[in-house]
């Protein structure tokens, strides 16, 4: 379903589980971004009533995922630290394509979050499998089915706002691109992405 073209080194989810301290944190900061980031699409598409009607509820169900994993951090002693640059966001957005209407700027974001979404499912299911801790092995799980409609949000949107055709040849070069970053990409204790 997600169509990502390269899985996640298998690795990550034994350094994740063994550094999962920093891992909630920068998870929080995901969630904080990804709210944030709707929000922004929303105000800077404000002429596109379909962002509005369909990012709001998205608004709300990512920044109550930031208080939860809050509530987790909490429970396990772990304090929120101060934010770290997101390496595959930065990357992701140096593919944005500058210029054109208003719907293919629009599009350009709208897959660009898609794709965020899809590599937070895919992790948010090798937690909810193989972690130990059986309490946020479930909260990864409810999360990985949320991401998972969050990221049909946004494709759906793209085709909506901008040409069908045009928006999945796009997303094939998208998926191509975040391979290489994935590839290239340092395993990091620390991250999330």
């Known amino acids: ?19 999962i301290g920093e891992i909630l944190v920068d998870h929080a900061y995901c969630e904080q971004k990804a709210a944030s980031s709707c929000i922004s699409l929303i105000v800077n598409f404000y002429d596109f009533k379909e962002v509005t009607e369909v990012l709001t509820p998205v608004v709300a169900e990512e920044w109550g995922h930031f208080e939860r994993v809050l509530e987790h951090m909490e429970k396990r002693g772990y ?31 709208l897959l660009m979050n898609a794709l965020i979404e899809a590599r937070s499912c895919e992790r948010f299911k090798l937690l909810s499998n193989q972690i130990k801790d059986e309490e946020l092995k479930r909260f990864y799980y409810e999360l990985m089915v949320s991401e998972a409609g969050h990221y049909v949000n946004f494709i759906e949107l793209a085709r909506e706002i901008h040409n069908k055709e045009l928006v999945n040849e796009r997303w094939k070069e998208w998926l191509a691109y975040e391979a290489e970053v994935i590839r290239n990409l340092e395993i990091r204790a620390d991250r999330m992405h």
């Open 1 to 19: 379903m997600l169509h990502l073209q390269l899985p996640t080194d298998p690795r990550w989810v034994n350094i994740a589980e063994m550094n």
């Open 79 to 109: 304090k929120l630290s101060k934010p770290r640059k997101d390496e595959y966001v930065i990357k992701l957005s140096e593919f944005v394509k500058k210029g054109g209407s208003r719907p293919q700027q629009l599009s350009e974001l």
